[in-house]
């Protein structure tokens, strides 16, 4: 079980949050511009990595609102919690 | 290899059991193999098994990073069936259950393939629609399927909860006869006696960490004992595909979650059957020495750590004890969790990648034990004629580009 630090209400536990998925994907600015495969890697391709993940949590039962998490997907553990537009706190590992 | 029979089985026991010789070979990895096949999984040691049975090539290794069978292979419910909704994923895991059904006599190793019948439950009327259709399209693709009402399926599991004020009442269900469960273990262990007896190295303890390419080309693979050569390789790596693939710099849609199961103490012979309900996250069965074995739904973040939420498991339990209020003081034994490779629309990627020489077998995510033979057996034609067979064409890396995917969600997505 994770306890997620919300950055507007403070550490709560996991239950309360939805998971999101990847952060940092940007939508194509020209979707008419790119290719399929260029579509494609937007829409479907993942980094998937066994270690540092930036990922999206929304506080579902709680404030309701979006946030991004750095979080190690081998230990669980998080090492950084930051709002929409920011970066994390640290470097990656 | 020794065959195994009932005479054989006398012998040794009037020899005390000492002549028995391993069942597998530990043999140190050569220089050079025509083909490396990297994870020893139960798709990965079938794989190996049918290049060398039905395509002659026996020139290969099997690479894996611990012992074989101990990720999702031995991790999993061992649920087999194949009743999916789409005529390309139908077709697959058609393919799969008919061998199932001959596969401890083609290996010569008693896998425990028990055809005991899968049912999923409805709980809603949508369910219902959705079930009906999917046993129609199961029929007219000729895979065996029937439609239960509440009364039948309380016939056949007379400890579930069919009260229609029960939290999630049953209003029926579909039940594949010729589904089942098999013995985990036994599929790992008694397809690498079959490929070992036929020349293929199974090299444990051997993880890969780079592929190596030239000019787009795959030239081999550095493992933790060194560096082995080969023209093509085969990764079936399950959660780790991601890992693997961006070693030969390919970018995947797959993403790796945890997923749990529990088993109980062993109980008195209850349940003859699987129960599987998509609605709410939960499917059971009993294990030959008495167990029930319950699983859950994936974890909603991407996970390595072979482990997974507690609240999941009590969703799941929670669930499992509003469908049969009997278990409720039954006491949970061992859980665990393995690490499975979630593609977009539930189905899986077999098939070859940019890189020359490489061929990918993945995404099967929660349901690829079923498939394990079907999914040897596709990936060995693939790997030894370089073009894909024809029911593993679908599931190619490039459906995510040109859109056609094959969504298996209803089918596929939590039940397994
Ligand atoms: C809890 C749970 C329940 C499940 N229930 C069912 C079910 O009821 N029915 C069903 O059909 N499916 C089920 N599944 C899914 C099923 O287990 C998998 O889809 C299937 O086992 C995948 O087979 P595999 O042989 O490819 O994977 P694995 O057995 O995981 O094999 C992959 C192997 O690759 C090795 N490897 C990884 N990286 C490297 C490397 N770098 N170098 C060398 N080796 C490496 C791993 O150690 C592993 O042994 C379940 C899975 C889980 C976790
Ligand atoms: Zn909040």
């Not at chain 1, 950055?7 to 939508?27: D, L, M």
């Not at chain 2, 012992?67 to 069936?81: C, D, F, L, Q």
């Not at chain 2, 787009?216 to 050569?229: C, H, L, N």
Request: proline residues 4%.
């Amino acid at each position: 079980m994770l306890m997620i630090a919300c950055p507007w209400c403070g550490p709560r536990e996991q239950t309360e949050f939805a998971y999101g998925g990847e952060a940092h994907i940007a939508r194509p600015a020209d979707p008419d511009a790119v290719d399929d495969a260029q579509w494609a890697d937007y829409l479907f391709m993942r980094t998937n990595p066994k270690g540092c993940h930036r990922e999206q949590w929304n506080h579902a039962f709680g404030c309701r609102r979006w946030f991004n998490v750095e979080r190690d997907t081998l230990s669980y553990r998080i090492t950084s919690v930051y709002k929409p537009g920011e970066r994390p706190a640290e470097p990656a590992a | 290899m020794n065959r195994y029979s009932i005479f054989t089985l006398a012998r040794n026991a009037l020899g005390g059991h000492r002549g028995w010789q391993a069942a597998w070979r530990s043999p140190e990895p050569k220089r050079r193999y025509d083909v490396v096949i990297v994870g020893g999984g139960g798709h990965g040691l079938a794989t190996a098994y049918y290049l060398a049975r039905e395509h002659g090539i026996t020139n290969v290794a099997v690479l894996e990073k611990g012992w074989i069978g101990g990720g999702n292979t031995g991790r999993n419910t061992t649920i087999v069936r194949s009743n999916y909704l789409w005529d390309e994923a139908t077709h697959l895991y058609e393919k799969s259950l008919k061998l199932w059904e001959g596969l401890s006599q083609e290996l010569n190793y008693n896998v425990m393939f028990s055809q005991r019948g899968v049912l999923n439950l409805g709980h809603t009327l949508q369910d219902m629609r959705d079930i009906e259709r999917r046993v129609n399209a199961n029929r007219l693709n000729g895979v065996d399927g029937e439609v239960l009402t509440t009364v039948q399926v309380k016939a056949m599991v007379p400890i579930i909860n069919d009260s229609a004020h029960a939290r999630y009442p049953i209003l029926g269900a579909s039940l594949q006869r010729r589904g089942g469960t098999a013995r985990h273990d036994a599929v790992a262990w008694g397809f690498a006696r079959g490929a070992d007896s036929r020349g293929v190295d199974i090299i444990q303890n051997c993880e890969v960490t780079g592929i190596r390419r030239d000019g787009g080309r795959v030239t081999g693979v550095d493992t933790s004992r060194g560096f082995i050569e080969a023209d093509r390789v085969g990764v079936v790596a399950a959660g780790h595909c991601g890992v693997l693939a961006s070693m030969a710099g390919i970018r995947l849609p797959i993403e790796s979650h945890p997923l749990q199961a529990l088993v109980s103490e062993p109980i008195k012979p209850v349940l003859d059957t699987v129960v599987m309900s998509n609605a709410v996250h939960g499917y059971i069965s009993q294990a030959d020495k008495g167990d029930l074995v319950i699983g859950a739904g994936i974890d909603a973040y991407v996970g390595y750590g072979q482990r997974g939420s507690f609240s999941t498991i009590e969703g799941t339990l929670a669930a499992i004890v509003e469908l049969f209020p009997t278990f409720s003081r039954v006491r949970m034994n061992r859980q665990w969790a393995g690490i499975v490779d979630v593609s977009p629309d539930a189905c899986p990627i077999i098939g070859l990648t940019p890189v020359k020489g490489l061929y990918f077998n993945c995404g099967w995510g929660t349901g690829g034990f079923k498939a394990t033979p079907g999914s040897g057996w596709v990936f060995a034609h693939t790997i030894a004629r370089g073009v894909p067979h024809e029911l593993n064409a679908s599931f190619s890396l490039e459906r995510f580009a040109t859109g056609r995917l094959i969504d298996e969600h209803g089918a596929a997505a939590v039940a397994h």
